[in-house]
C-alpha cells in the first residue's frame, strides 16, 4: 500500500519534494496545497493543486504532510496548523529556535493524536546525526562544522534588499588552511573569521553607487562583518549564467582520541557536494516522511527530530531486507 503525500507549498523546496515522492517506490503524490490561486500554479508532474484552507478536510486522504515554506515566516505557524489534521514533516533551520519549536508542535501533536518531525534536512538533519554519532564514540574531542562551497539564500537576499542592488548571488567557502588543520588531528581553536569567507556576485542598478554597495555589504552585522568578504559586481546576464543554480554542501568533523593516556588519535568526517540544495534537502524530507508513517502506525504520537528515528523507518526495503543486504 503507498503512502499518501500531500505537499504544503510549491517553491523550489515543493518542486524537489515532488520529484522525490514521484520516484519512491512506496509513495503517492495525493495533491499539492497553495496559498496561491491553484489555477495559476503550474506543477511538473500534473499532479493536482488545492487551496491551502483545504487541506484539514482532505485528512483522511493524507498520510503525512511535507511542509515546504521558510523557517522565518512559515513554519512557526503552519507546522503546529497542519499538525492539528496531519503527521508532518519540515525543515525548520533556525537552530536557536529550535526548542521552542519543537514545545510548540509537541503539544499540537499530543492533543491530536498525530506525529510530526521538525528541523529535518541536512542541517539541521544529516550534519545533527553525525555530530551525535560522533560525539558518543570519541567523548574526548572537538567538533568542526565547515558549510560551502555553496549559495546562501538567506545572504543572497540580504544583499538584494541593499538600496541600488539589481540581484545577487552569496557562496559561503570554507577556508582551506583551517580545513587542513582539522584534518591533521591538530585540534584548532578556529574563529568564525578563520573558518569561512564569503564570495558576494552583485548586479548593480544603473548609476548606483558600487564603492556605497560594497561598504554596506562587508559591514553588515550578523552577515558579512565577521568575515572576509569579496564584492565582485557582473551584470544580469553574467549572473543568470554563471549563478543560476543552488550549489550547497559541507563537512562535519569530530577529532578525538581513545586509548588510557589519548594516544591514539582520530578524525571523523563526513561531507556532502550538492548541486542542488533544495533537491538534497527535499530527498531527506521524504525518506523522513516514509519513517512518520511506520511509527505512527506503532502508535508514536508528538513531535519528534531525526534523533528520535531508528535508521531502519527510513528504508524503504523491510527489516528482513535491510539485514539481508545492508548490514
Same mark, same amino acid.
Given at each position: 500500500?503507498?503512502?499518501?503525500?500531500?505537499?504544503?507549498?510549491?517553491?523550489?523546496?515543493?518542486?524537489?519534494?515532488?520529484?522525490?515522492?514521484?520516484?519512491?517506490?512506496?509513495?503517492?503524490?495525493?495533491?499539492?496545497?497553495?496559498?496561491?490561486?491553484?489555477?495559476?500554479?503550474?506543477?511538473?508532474?500534473?499532479?493536482?493543486?488545492?487551496?491551502?484552507?483545504?487541506?484539514?478536510?482532505?485528512?483522511?486522504?493524507?498520510?503525512?504532510?511535507?511542509?515546504?515554506?521558510?523557517?522565518?515566516?512559515?513554519?512557526?505557524?503552519?507546522?503546529?496548523?497542519?499538525?492539528?489534521?496531519?503527521?508532518?514533516?519540515?525543515?525548520?533551520?533556525?537552530?536557536?529556535?529550535?526548542?521552542?519549536?519543537?514545545?510548540?508542535?509537541?503539544?499540537?501533536?499530543?492533543?491530536?493524536?498525530?506525529?510530526?518531525?521538525?528541523?529535518?534536512?541536512?542541517?539541521?538533519?544529516?550534519?545533527?546525526?553525525?555530530?551525535?554519532?560522533?560525539?558518543?564514540?570519541?567523548?574526548?574531542?572537538?567538533?568542526?562544522?565547515?558549510?560551502?562551497?555553496?549559495?546562501?539564500?538567506?545572504?543572497?537576499?540580504?544583499?538584494?534588499?541593499?538600496?541600488?542592488?539589481?540581484?545577487?548571488?552569496?557562496?559561503?567557502?570554507?577556508?582551506?588552511?583551517?580545513?587542513?588543520?582539522?584534518?591533521?588531528?591538530?585540534?584548532?581553536?578556529?574563529?568564525?573569521?578563520?573558518?569561512?569567507?564569503?564570495?558576494?556576485?552583485?548586479?548593480?542598478?544603473?548609476?548606483?553607487?558600487?564603492?556605497?554597495?560594497?561598504?554596506?555589504? !562587508?559591514?553588515? #552585522?550578523?552577515?558579512?562583518?565577521?568575515?572576509? =568578504?569579496? $564584492? @565582485?559586481?557582473?551584470?544580469? *546576464? +553574467?549572473?543568470?549564467?554563471?549563478? !543560476?543554480?543552488? #550549489?550547497?554542501?559541507?563537512?562535519?568533523?569530530? =577529532?578525538? $582520541? @581513545?586509548?588510557?593516556?589519548? *594516544? +591514539?588519535?582520530?578524525?571523523?568526517?563526513?561531507?556532502?557536494?550538492?548541486?542542488?540544495?533544495?533537491?538534497? =534537502?527535499?530527498?531527506?524530507?521524504?525518506?523522513?516522511?516514509?519513517?512518520?508513517?511506520?511509527?505512527?502506525?506503532?502508535?508514536?504520537?508528538?513531535?519528534?527530530?531525526?534523533?528520535?528515528?531508528?535508521?531502519?523507518?527510513?528504508?524503504?526495503?523491510?527489516?528482513?531486507?535491510?539485514?539481508?543486504?545492508?548490514?
Amino acid at each position: 500500500m503507498s503512502i499518501k503525500i500531500g505537499i504544503a507549498g510549491y517553491g523550489n523546496l515543493g518542486r524537489g519534494v515532488e520529484a522525490a515522492v514521484t520516484n519512491a517506490p512506496d509513495m503517492e503524490l495525493v495533491g499539492i496545497f497553495t496559498r496561491r490561486d491553484p489555477a495559476t500554479v503550474k506543477t511538473a508532474t500534473g499532479a493536482k493543486v488545492y487551496k491551502w484552507e483545504d487541506a484539514k478536510s482532505m485528512k483522511d486522504d493524507i498520510d503525512v504532510m511535507i511542509l515546504c515554506g521558510d523557517s522565518a515566516n512559515d513554519l512557526p505557524e503552519q507546522t503546529p496548523e497542519m499538525s492539528q489534521y496531519f503527521c508532518c514533516i519540515d525543515s525548520f533551520d533556525t537552530h536557536a529556535n529550535i526548542p521552542t519549536h519543537f514545545a510548540k508542535v509537541d503539544e499540537v501533536c499530543k492533543k491530536a493524536g498525530t506525529l510530526s518531525m521538525i528541523s529535518v534536512g541536512w542541517d539541521p538533519g544529516m550534519f545533527s546525526l553525525n555530530r551525535i554519532y560522533s560525539q558518543a564514540i570519541l567523548p574526548n574531542g572537538n567538533d568542526y562544522t565547515f558549510w560551502g562551497k555553496g549559495v546562501s539564500q538567506g545572504h543572497s537576499d540580504a544583499i538584494r534588499r541593499i538600496e541600488g542592488v539589481a540581484d545577487a548571488r552569496q557562496y559561503t567557502v570554507p577556508v582551506q588552511s583551517a580545513l587542513d588543520k582539522v584534518r591533521a588531528g591538530e585540534n584548532p581553536e578556529l574563529t568564525t573569521r578563520e573558518k569561512h569567507t564569503r564570495e558576494c556576485f552583485v548586479v548593480a542598478k544603473e548609476g548606483a553607487d558600487k564603492a556605497k554597495i560594497e561598504n554596506e555589504i !562587508k559591514t553588515m #552585522p550578523n552577515y558579512f562583518a565577521d568575515y572576509d =568578504t569579496t $564584492v @565582485t559586481f557582473i551584470s544580469q *546576464e +553574467e549572473l543568470d549564467r554563471d549563478h !543560476k543554480g543552488i #550549489p550547497h554542501g559541507g563537512m562535519v568533523f569530530r =577529532t578525538g $582520541v @581513545t586509548g588510557l593516556n589519548g *594516544e +591514539e588519535k582520530h578524525v571523523i568526517e563526513y561531507k556532502l557536494t550538492l548541486e542542488s540544495n533544495p533537491g538534497f =534537502t527535499s530527498s531527506v524530507l521524504t525518506a523522513y516522511a516514509r519513517a512518520a508513517y511506520r511509527m505512527h502506525n506503532e502508535g508514536t504520537v508528538g513531535c519528534k527530530t531525526v534523533f528520535d528515528v531508528a535508521p531502519t523507518y527510513l528504508h524503504p526495503d523491510t527489516a528482513d531486507e535491510q539485514r539481508a543486504h545492508l548490514l
